[in-house]
C-alpha cells in the first residue's frame, strides 16, 4: 500500500512538472507574440495577413455578384453594341473574374495548410488588373455612330457601379484597389473627352471625380477595416493575459496545494514528536514541584521545576492552538453540535479564569439574562470562543481593573456574548493586525502578557463554522469589547409546558362492570 501511495504520489508530480513547462511556454509564446505586435517596424503591426484574408473572403463571397452584373450589362449593351462583341467582352469578363476567384481560393487553401507565401499581395494585383481591364474594355467596344446621349449615360452609370463595386471588394488592399478602378475611369474620361461638347466634359470631370471619390472612400474603409483588426488585437492581447493569469494562478495554486500538504504532514509528524517528550517534562517537572516522592532540599531547584512545567505548559498550549487553526483553515474542523445553554459555557469560563483574575485583583462581573433557551451549536468550540476572549480580557486588563461579561438575545432572535475590559485598548488601524493569525498590537505587545497571537483567529473561525458573527470594538486606553452572535437558527424555540386533560368520571354501570 505505501509503495502505491508513493507511485501515486510521483506520477502526480510528472503530470504537474509537464503541465508547469507548457504553461511556462505558453507564456513565453503570448509576451514574444505581444510584443511583435506592439512594435512598430514588425510585419504584423500593420495586419497586412488579416487584410488579405478578408480580401480573399470578399472576393469568394461575391463570386456570383459579378457575372450576374455582367450579364445585366452585356444585355443592355447589345442594344448599341454589335451583339458578337459583347459576347467576346463577356467571356473575357468570366475568365478575369475566374482568375482572380482562383487567386482568392488558392490563398484560402494555402491559408488553410499554414503554408508561407510572401507573393500573395502581387498575385492579387495581377489579377485585379486583369480584372479592371476586361471592365475597361467594355467600354472600349466600338458602337453605333446614332447612339446618341443614352448610351453615354448608360456608361457613365456602368462606370459608377462597377467603381463601386470593386471599391468594395478590394477595400483592403489599396493597390488591388488601384489597378482594379483607374483603367475603367481613364478610359471613359478618355472617350468622353474626345467629343468636344460640354457635356461630355461635364461627365469626364464627373468620372475623374468620382474616381478620387471611391478611392478616399476604399482608403476610409481600410482605415475602418485596420481599427475592427486593431480592436480585435486587443481582444485577443486580453484572452491571451487572461489565459497566461489563468495559467500562473493554475501553478500558484498547485503550489499552494503542495505546501498545504507539506505544512499538514509536518504538523502531524512534529505534533507527535513535540507531545510524546512534552508528556514526560510536564509530569516529571509536576512531581518535582509538587515534591511528590519528598521534599525538595533546595528551594532554587523547586522554582526551576515550576518555571519548566509552566514553560512546557505554555508550549503545549502553543502546539494545540495551532493544530487547531490548521485543522480550521484546512477544513477538517467538525462541529459536534448539540443543545447547550449559552449561560452554562459563560458561567464555566468565568469560574476557571477567576484564579488568574484573582492574581491580578481583576473583578469579573456577570450578567446574564434569564430565561434564555438552549442554542445548537458545539459545546467545546463554544466553551473555546469564550474562554479565549476571557482570557485575552485577564492578560490585557491592568491590575484591580474591571471585566464584565454580558449574555443575552439580540433583536432578531439570536443570542450574544460580550465580553469587555478596561484594559489599554486597541488602535483602530492595527484591530485587522491582530485579528490575523500571530498578529498583536503594538500596545498588546509592550504591556501585556506574552501570547501566540492565534486566540482571536480561531475564535474567529469558530464563530464563522457556526454561522455567527465575530465583532471586535476598541478605543485606546478605554478598553476593548468582543462580541459574538449567533444566528436566530442556531436558537432552539422553547416549547409550552404541555398541560394532560383530565380524566373524565365513568359512568356507575360501567364501574360496576368493571
Known amino acids: 500500500m505505501a509503495h502505491g501511495s508513493e507511485n501515486t504520489g510521483d506520477l502526480k508530480a510528472e503530470i504537474n512538472r509537464k503541465r508547469a513547462i507548457r504553461r511556462r511556454e505558453l507564456a513565453r509564446t503570448i509576451t514574444h507574440v505581444r510584443n511583435r505586435m506592439g512594435d512598430k517596424k514588425s510585419p504584423l503591426s500593420d495586419f497586412q495577413e488579416e487584410r488579405q484574408r478578408i480580401f480573399a ?26 451583339p458578337l462583341y459583347v459576347c467576346a467582352w463577356f467571356l473575357l469578363l468570366l475568365t478575369s473574374h475566374g482568375v482572380a476567384v482562383f487567386v482568392s481560393q488558392n490563398y484560402v487553401r494555402a491559408q488553410s495548410r499554414k503554408s508561407k507565401k510572401n507573393n500573395w499581395q502581387a498575385r492579387f494585383v495581377l489579377a485585379d488588373l486583369l480584372y479592371g481591364a476586361s471592365w475597361a474594355c467594355f467600354f472600349a467596344l466600338p458602337c453605333d455612330q446614332d447612339t446618341g446621349a443614352n448610351f453615354q449615360v448608360f456608361q457613365f452609370a456602368t462606370m459608377l457601379i462597377v467603381i463601386a463595386m470593386n471599391t468594395m471588394q ?79 494562478s493554475d501553478e500558484g495554486r498547485r503550489r ?52 519548566i512545567h509552566s514553560s512546557g505548559a505554555h508550549l503545549l498550549n502553543l502546539i494545540n492552538e495551532i493544530l487547531d487553526l490548521s485543522r480550521i483553515e484546512a477544513g477538517r474542523h467538525e462541529l459536534h453540535e448539540e443543545a447547550v445553554f449559552m449561560q452554562d459555557i459563560a458561567e464555566d469560563c468565568s469560574t476557571m479564569m477567576q484564579i488568574r483574575a484573582k492574581s491580578k485583583e481583576i473583578t469579573i462581573h456577570e450578567n446574564f439574562e434569564d430565561g434564555l433557551p438552549r442554542v445548537w451549536a458545539d459545546e467545546r468550540a463554544l466553551r473555546q470562543v469564550i474562554l479565549n476572549l476571557v482570557s485575552n480580557a485577564v492578560k490585557f486588563t491592568p491590575y484591580k481593573g474591571e471585566i464584565h461579561i454580558t449574555l443575552g438575545a439580540t433583536r432578531d432572535g439570536g443570542q450574544f456574548v460580550s465580553v469587555r475590559d478596561n484594559g489599554p485598548g486597541i488602535p483602530e488601524e492595527e484591530i485587522p493586525i491582530v485579528l490575523q493569525a500571530f498578529g498583536q498590537g503594538s500596545v498588546a505587545i509592550q504591556s501585556a502578557e506574552p501570547g501566540t497571537g492565534l486566540g482571536l483567529s480561531i475564535v474567529q473561525a469558530l464563530v464563522s463554522m457556526h454561522g455567527g458573527i465575530f465583532k471586535l470594538n476598541s478605543k485606546l486606553r478605554e478598553g476593548t469589547e468582543a462580541i459574538v452572535t449567533l444566528p436566530k437558527a442556531r436558537v432552539l424555540e422553547s416549547m409550552p409546558v404541555y398541560d394532560a386533560p383530565q380524566a373524565r368520571p365513568q359512568p356507575a354501570h360501567r364501574r360496576r362492570i368493571a
Not at 455582367?70 to 442594344?79: F, L, T
Not at 505546501?259 to 514528536?273: G, I, V
Open 57 to 82: 473572403d470578399t472576393r469568394l463571397n461575391s463570386a456570383f455578384a459579378v457575372p450576374i452584373l455582367g450579364m445585366i450589362v452585356a444585355a443592355i449593351a447589345s442594344v448599341w453594341i454589335h
Open 256 to 307: 499552494a496545494e503542495e505546501a498545504n500538504l507539506a505544512k499538514s504532514r509536518f504538523l502531524a509528524t512534529m505534533s507527535h514528536e513535540l507531545r510524546t517528550p512534552l508528556n514526560a517534562i510536564l509530569g516529571f517537572s509536576e512531581v518535582m514541584k509538587d515534591e511528590v516522592l519528598g521534599p525538595m532540599k533546595n528551594a532554587t531547584y523547586k522554582g526551576y521545576a515550576a518555571d
Open 170 to 248: 478590394s477595400a483592403t488592399l489599396p493597390r488591388s484597389l488601384l489597378v482594379a478602378t483607374l483603367p475603367v475611369s481613364l478610359i471613359v474620361a478618355g472617350q468622353m473627352l474626345v467629343d468636344a461638347r460640354s457635356m461630355q466634359y461635364t461627365l469626364a470631370a464627373m468620372t475623374i471625380g468620382a474616381q478620387g471619390f471611391f478611392f478616399i472612400l476604399g482608403h476610409q474603409l481600410i482605415k475602418n477595416a485596420n481599427t475592427v483588426l486593431e480592436y480585435r488585437a486587443e481582444k485577443d492581447h486580453l484572452i491571451a493575459e487572461l489565459e497566461t493569469a489563468n495559467a500562473l
